[in-house]
């Protein structure tokens, strides 16, 4: 599987990068602890703009899930699953991602998941395995 | 809660316009929007030296190919249209937000006749370009959105889906009691020679139907089309238009979100959802006229799945017809534009072969999906 690479920016970098040792880490507001997916220099909670990426334990549950089967990427070759996993840190936490390791029609809403990682050029793409 | 000024009660439409509408016209997507402009000016009584003002979304600045057929410059340049006013842009509280910018315009007494317009020609651009997919990669533009979806794979059809699977989980609804939104599109774009798809469909087609991201089946996805629909939006005093003819706003929900829209709109009238006689819902998927239906309250929440079974309620003749035209399932991708023309033709009593009897007061419009989202609450 080929993944489209996404691009590496001061704003993203952190979280794209995040895989190389096998750990998430998502930005955290220092001033008030509210984690925001996608990373942004502003908190929307407290408008503090200390935010720094933290590790999280990589776990969540399944909030929707889809199998795909349409070929949007040449790279990847359909049917895979897309799913929003919320992860377990934060409510409404959630992260368009895929799910790995069973058969797509086994994925259930609130099974939980783990991440892992796949490379994509210099990126370390987040996803779930169950 | 905000003073209601009344802003609408200061505006109406007053004249609606289409193009030739269909699959791979093969047309200069300027000529369509022309057509469609010079229609909707010459149905409100007024002549192109009327119009003062322009409104459009995207606008013709950002876009898939195809997506937009003509922005504002491009109008003025076509018609010799001088403007007092215009707008034109994608940052909009649905596409019907472009319709929204025009009554605060006319309102604020910028100008008195606004052009507003839609211009799609995705069929005809998809088949210069390729596939669809192919059609979509050619993009160049990178939105910051995007590399949020592109390295797993997700495309347009992926939100529908995750939005339709997590509904049939809260709902308990299933994939036959939501076909009915595929099945009355079809049945109502029979009779309309300007839908895409006017051929029968049964239940057993849609829940035979390949699956394009599950439960989303090909029936649930809206078609791409060529076509234009403009709409003039006017001072509700001016002395040359035909008031009788006129459809009045009776409220406008802008609001960020479908739940924030509706409550914005229903906030700003004294008219209450049992007062809807026609619902012409957006439904690029068809899972979202069931996400409108609930958040406009027509029907209770997770109740639209069983409120729609059967397809009786939401047929020519229900109790709460909706996508009389075939909307956009059938009829094609008008992107909210479609809705609000049908909507004022069953609320002047022209639609012909699909009419409600007696003749519609009141329709609700919605648009968008998502934070992106906008509702009118209009009256004959």
Known sequence: MERTAPPLT??????WRSGADGVLRIARCQACGWRLQPPRPVCPKCRGMD???EPVSGDGVVHAWTINRYAWNPGMPPPYV?????????????LLSNIIGCAPEDVRVGMPVHVTFEQAGEAWIPVFSA | MIENPMLEKKVVISGVGRSDMGRRLRRDPWLLTAQAALAAIADAGLTPEDIDGLSTYPGASWSTPGITGAGVDDVKALLGIKTRWHTGGGELPGQLGSIVNATLAVAGGLCEHVLCFRTVWESTAQEQIGSRSETLRSVTTVREFDQWTKPFGAGYSTFGALTMQRYMHESGSTREQLAQIALTARANAASNPAAVYRSPMTMDDYMGARMISDPLCLYDCDTPMDGSVAIVISRADSARIDRKRAISFQAIGSATGLEASAEMMWGRTDLKPADVDLAELYDGFSILAVRWMEALSLCPRNEGGRFIEGGSRIAIGGELPISTGGGQLSGGRMHGYGALHQACRQLRGEAEGVQI?????????SSGAESFSSCLLLSR
């Open chain 1, 10 to 15: 001061e704003r993203t970098e952190g979280f």
């Open chain 1, 51 to 53: 935010i720094r990426f």
């Open chain 1, 82 to 94: 897309l799913a929003h996993v919320e992860l377990v840190e934060q409510p409404g936490l959630m």
């Open chain 2, 357 to 365: 009897e007696p003749r519609p007061q009141v329709a609700v419009v």
